[in-house]
């Protein structure tokens, strides 16, 4: 039996003395209750309790952030809390490890507020993990596109084309020199759009591309669905000589996951539609560097992290703690590196700011109305997004990149610095 | 292809024009997006585009619940919005389903408050679904309990004891007239207890007393973990003559969820450690009865609801919307009905209110120190319990039953109205 732990760090908000509101914490999440029993030995906490690793005071709170707790009209004060627990409790358990570390916890009355910061796991669990089979590395490969970062789309309308609609659309993009297209979290198998019959009229139209150009368009195909269909639609987009399959995180939960990644040899474009019920209040839920984790662990290929100035109501910073989150290593050996996927509101106008504050191009950079709202025509969308990343890689700026490219001054003069749907 | 629909109803928060928000929310959803997009004709919309149902202006509140959202220092405004969807849509995958009802609209920048309140869903998707296999009347032919709900309790410490302690504790339960055992969602398959010892040990003990009484104790083993996992537990409990398995549905996802159903031909015990991160906020995430529908369809025979007076934050009109919720049919024909399970706190004071909320025993009334640490012994805890319901059921208050049942008395006495562990 290892002596490994797995660490998580929280802020948490509460009235009470923080010692006690950590040790009750600790407690609930590993052999303690409410009250004392019997059979809590010390022998047996040595081995299963969870312990407080550190516990900061960072000041006073106005008020409680969530309802519902005691001491409500007391002071509040907000403390950084890590918690570990052996890995013995749960093995390399992922669906038993997010039960442990975010499990009943958040409902403690002494909780006022409480977010899991980050999850630090031990070489043992990422060894036992799955991980990425392909992340960027694989996904370059598949894709032929070194140096710089795939520039992506999604297939909009979201929901409501015809499969033939759909190969129609991908057509143009695929003339427009796209890399990837994803299809949107909404559409899986419809009625309209069945999973089969898009498959089979989008690789015909991909194939064909990639006979006449020597390089196929990467498509995530949302297979989101229960375990035997995500199989047999995997082995359908294998057969067709497609290259990724997409599933929604929330929708299929780690064991999903866990069973498609079991499955897969094409690389896993992780959706994580529903992220803001698990983060949108600032004293609840977790940081997706946190929560990113387990997906990770479980095999995301690629995984979403919005956009610079998106249109949702994410703040950059935010934004770019994920991406950074998803490209630092979890273990020396075993980095398991997921690649961020931007999107939402994307056009050349934040690709600088994105190099700037990541400093890599081994991400996926989606765009909507950046490629297909470009006044020159789709193609001319694809360029200005290339011709905007081989500037800032560079070091030259947009403007003075735009005087050598039609495509990108028309991208600046109609999206600006943001925007572009 | 079917003109049913898919209805969920939210509470939403904004700063925007309620109806313009609305329709945002409605278009992100289905076939709209940020911006109008060539291919979403009026044909397109009418096949997919989701539709606001309802719209009603609860009033303006005084700031926005979350933060990030577009207009946080306008005037806000709460209002009842209904939304519904083809179910030609999704089709009947719950997946898919759930990515549709509560995707991505949570982060939406017109949103400063977004919580689901109810889901409700056609026929169709009932009778497609493959819902509780046993719920109540399942359970109560397992456990050969009639006219009163199960009494039950949860192994503590919650990890720590190897498998012949918890065997041993199980022995002691069951001398002491328990009808439900369950793991706490921490005990899995750990180092120091692991699942195949935990079963046999368990079961040992268990089928030695249905031997000698002839009614078989229903323990709820946690298999949670992989698909294949979970398979083979389950066969594992079914072939050592067990009657119930449990899985945390937040670890292992509907997918998971949906894989234990179809493979499973016992019991399901479905646990919502983590529940908290979804709720916890009352601007935020979701209701009980909107979210637990979907664990309905998938199949869950028994559901968490917290107890009243309980331990943690939740109210007690939570608590019995919650329950009530499980015991409303989803249809006419296939009413899905989950067995609401109470705990937390649970001790024989409890018992005339939750009776008095719900009118009903098809449930499992679960306590630890209410048991445990009844003064007389655990057998007194259990007949405590069996008294109070009695005398609830009966119309006999809890101070005349007492007269006649001295381990109630001694119960109320030790754990008074609330508490109990």
Redesign the interface.
């Known amino acids: 039996?290892t002596d490994a732990r797995i660490k998580a760090d929280y802020i948490l908000e509460t009235p009470m003395d923080p010692a006690r509101a950590a040790a009750i914490l600790a407690g609930e999440?590993?052999?303690?209750?409410?009250?004392a029993?019997?059979?809590?030995t010390e022998a047996?906490?040595a081995?299963?309790?969870a312990r407080v690793e550190r516990l900061e005071d960072l000041g006073p709170v106005p008020a409680a952030?969530?309802?519902?707790?005691?001491g409500a009209d007391r002071p509040h004060r907000r403390v950084a809390l890590s918690l570990s627990w052996p890995l013995?409790?749960?093995?390399t358990?992922l669906?038993?490890i997010?039960?442990?570390v975010?499990?009943?916890?958040?409902?403690?009355?002494c909780?006022a507020g409480?977010r899991m910061t980050a999850l630090r796991v031990p070489p043992e669990l990422v060894t036992a993990s799955p991980g990425p089979a392909f992340g960027a590395p694989g996904t370059r490969r598949l894709t032929e596109v070194q140096g710089r970062p795939l520039i992506g789309t999604i297939v909009?309308?979201?929901?409501?084309?015809t499969a033939e609609?759909t190969a129609a659309?991908v057509d143009t993009l695929c003339t427009a020199g796209i890399d990837f297209i994803k299809d949107d979290?909404?559409q899986?198998?419809?009625?309209?759009c069945p999973f089969d019959d898009r498959v089979r009229a989008v690789m015909r139209v991909i194939n064909s591309h990639a006979g006449r150009t020597g390089r196929k368009v990467m498509y995530a195909f949302n297979l989101?669905?229960?375990?035997?269909?995500?199989r047999r639609r995997h082995d359908l987009v294998l057969a067709e000589g497609g290259t990724c399959v997409m599933a929604?995180a929330?929708?299929?939960?780690?064991?999903?996951?866990?069973?498609l990644r079991?499955h897969a040899v094409l690389p896993i474009h992780l959706?994580r539609?529903?992220?803001?019920?698990?983060s949108?209040?600032?004293s609840?839920?977790?940081d997706y560097t946190a929560w990113s984790v387990l997906w990770r662990l479980a095999g995301a290929d690629h995984m979403h992290v919005n956009g610079i100035r998106n249109?949702?109501?994410?703040?950059d910073a935010s934004v770019i703690a994920s991406a950074r989150g998803l490209l630092t290593p979890l273990s020396a050996e075993q980095p398991a590196l997921a690649m961020p996927v931007f999107s939402s509101?994307q056009s050349a106008g934040q690709v600088h700011d994105t190099w700037a504050a990541l400093g890599t191009s081994d991400l996926i950079f989606a765009a909507?109305?950046g490629i297909?709202?470009h006044p020159d025509g789709p193609a001319a969308g694809v360029r200005s997004l290339q011709d905007a990343w081989a500037a800032a890689m560079g070091g030259m700026s947009l403007q003075a990149a735009s005087k050598d490219s039609p495509a990108l001054a028309a991208a600046l003069r109609t999206f600006g610095s943001g925007a572009g749907?």
């Open positions: 039996m999440q590993s052999s303690g209750t409410f009250m029993v019997p059979g809590e047996l906490k081995r299963s309790a952030a969530l309802p519902g707790g005691a013995g409790n749960t093995g358990s669906p038993n997010l039960a442990t975010a499990g009943n916890l958040f409902e403690l009355s909780v409480l909009k309308p979201s929901i409501g084309l609609e659309l979290e909404l899986a198998d419809g009625a309209v989101t669905g229960e375990v035997d269909e995500m929604s929330n929708s299929v939960g780690l064991t999903g996951m866990l069973a079991r959706h539609n529903g992220w803001g019920y698990l949108r209040h600032p609840l839920g977790f249109k949702f109501c994410e703040s509101g909507g109305g297909m709202a749907g």
